[in-house]
């Protein structure tokens, strides 16, 4: 082996030769000597001990190491021409390397710069984009505000003007009622005024009287002539009683004042309050005719304060007349086997009627009980049982809402939750149901029994009270929801409707508050109506009588 290029070595002895290092020695270190030869075997330059020695074999094939040196050279030398034009053809690929690097870095800098160009525009639009939306979504957002802002500002409006017309309203019934009472007020104490002047007139009486007898005790003639006139005058004042009269008068005050009261609730949705309670004095204060256009009429009941429904019994066609317009309107178109027997409100939007219809047959009293809006539209009937007895119901509506319904000539009353048609309880009374029922505030149920008998009834059936009179041959009865006074109108001798003040607990309170002459108009005898105001409406087939009660002593 060797570290250094050789240098020519003979076999005899080292001579210098050209291209010959001398002191190119043996790797050996036991040898030390130059090179001299080259094994073509081996493939490695060696000195002469090592060609005696290591390559005597006759695979090895040694070559002299100038000649070799002399012949590599010369190989290298005739590579040098090849070297030349490999390197002008690197030089030409190096400067088509340097042109396609400058030519593709121009190339991708223009790719670069379109790219950058085109996201930089995407960016743009996206932004653009990005502000019109928002611009879009701003002007949405801004009009949806404007018309909420709108809306609100009408809602508000709407709700200070309905505000603002329940002021007006509580206002007005403040400023009625407080007249009301106000005139109370003033009957009592012109009444009390006028016992004090005649009080006191008996007082300065009877003190004149005594300075009299003081005056004439005085001179004995005098006594004589004067003490008879003095006596009957003392007599006759006595007799007079105006100290009893007077004293009878202060209780009836009394009595009367202390009835009065203020009452409130709230009947068919609509809030009512007044002053009430006492006896008083009915008095007419308006009429209403009934156009020809009704035949027959026949008042079956109202569903408001001025309302007032009525029937033309010949063709069964549905009226109803406002006894504020005096106008009469018709909501029904009739059916020849039907009639409606009684109506009443359950809410502001809500009317339920009972109905007479013939032919009926099953075990169920399908369309006899029917809802309709405030136009009068079907809303939907309700079903109860069929029993034994007429084929009509009638209804009424409690101070909570609830239908009462009771078949004509049983003894079951329904009472019924508008709001799923359900029977949520059935009162079952001893006797049966003769006509229409009434509710009292606290529950019980005023009930017609006969011609001319009522029954005060709980909700658990229990008899409380019984209402009668003799001359009460062809009665009926409307209660005032807001006091409980029971109304009961009758005929007299056939001809005048008369009507009586009860209470619920069967007392009679006052007899033919209110009188009218039937006309030959209708052959229906009707009810005296009781408003929720208080006022009561007469019909006496031709004509609506409205009576209002004014407080007297």
């Given amino acids: 082996m060797a570290s250094k290029f050789p240098t020519k070595v003979d076999k005899d002895k080292l001579r210098t030769r050209k291209g010959h290092d001398m002191t190119w020695s043996c790797d050996n270190l036991q040898h030390g000597e130059p090179i001299t030869f080259y094994c073509k075997q081996h493939k490695i330059p060696i000195c002469h001990k090592c060609a005696t020695k290591d390559h005597r074999q006759e695979t090895c094939e040694l070559q002299d190491i100038g000649d070799v040196i002399i012949e590599r050279r010369g190989n290298l030398e005739e590579k040098r021409p090849l070297i030349e034009e490999t390197k002008l053809l690197l030089q030409k690929v190096q400067s088509k390397i340097d042109a396609v690097y400058s030519s593709s870095s121009k190339h991708l800098q223009t790719v670069n710069d379109k790219l950058q160009e085109t996201f930089e ?39 200070n003007i309905d505000i603002e017309k329940e002021q007006i309203t509580i206002k007005e019934r403040e400023t009625r009622l407080l007249s009301d009472t106000k005139t109370i007020s003033d009957k009592v104490t012109k009444k009390i005024n006028d016992l004090t002047n005649k009080n006191q007139h008996a007082l300065n009486t009877m003190k004149n009287i005594e300075s009299t007898i003081t005056r004439i005790n005085k001179h004995d003639e005098t006594l004589v002539n004067e003490a008879p006139q003095v006596l009957a005058s003392i007599d006759e ?92 309107q018709k909501v029904i178109d009739g059916v020849g086997n039907m009639d409606i027997t009684s109506c009443a409100t359950i809410n502001r939007n809500v009317i339920v009627c ?30 109860i049982p069929r029993n034994k007895g007429g084929n009509r119901v009638h209804v009424h509506v409690d101070m909570d809402g609830m239908i009462l ?15 799923d048609d359900k029977v949520v309880h059935t009162v079952t009374m001893q006797d049966i149901v003769c006509g229409e029922m009434q509710a009292l505030s606290s529950g019980d149920i005023v009930v017609k029994k006969g011609l001319n008998k009522y029954t005060v009834i709980s909700r ?66 009707s009810p005296c109506l009781v408003t929720p105001s208080g006022n009561l409406v007469g019909w006496d087939g031709d004509k609506l009588f409205l009576y209002k009660k004014t407080f007297i002593l």
């Fill in 121 to 159: 525009d995407k960016l743009k639009n996206v932004k653009e984009r990005e502000v019109n939306l928002i611009r879009v979504i701003n002007e949405e957002a801004d009009e949806e505000i404007r018309e909420i802002n709108e809306k609100r500002e009408k809602r508000i409006k709407d709700c």
């Fill in 237 to 328: 004042y006595i007799s007079l009683n105006v100290h009893q009269d007077v004293s009878v008068y202060l209780d009836r005050i009394h009595s009367e004042v202390e009835r009065v009261k203020f009452v409130e609730g709230e009947i068919g949705g609509e809030y009512y309050c007044r002053i009430d309670g006492y006896i008083g004095k009915w008095e007419l204060v308006k009429s209403i005719h009934i156009p020809s256009v009704v035949n027959m009429p026949w008042v079956r009941g109202l569903i408001s304060d001025d309302e007032i429904c009525v029937e033309d019994a010949k063709n069964h066609d549905m009226y109803v007349t406002n006894i504020n317009t005096r106008r009469t």
């Fill in 354 to 383: 009972g109905k007479w219809i013939w032919g009926c047959t099953g075990d169920r009293l399908d369309g006899f009980i029917s809802l309709y809006d405030r136009q009068w539209k079907m809303i939907r009937d309700i079903s």
């Fill in 405 to 419: 319904a009771a078949q004509f000539g049983q003894s079951n009353i329904y009472v019924i939750n508008p709001d």
């Fill in 460 to 525: 658990s059936g229990e008899k409380k009270a019984v209402i009668h009179c003799d001359e009460w041959m062809k009665s009926d009865c409307r209660v005032d929801k807001l006091t409980d006074t029971i109304y009961i109108t009758y005929l007299v001798a056939g001809k005048t409707c008369a009507v009586d003040q009860a209470s619920g607990d069967g007392i009679i309170q006052a007899r033919r508050i209110v009188e009218y002459v039937r006309s030959d108009r209708s052959l229906y005898f």
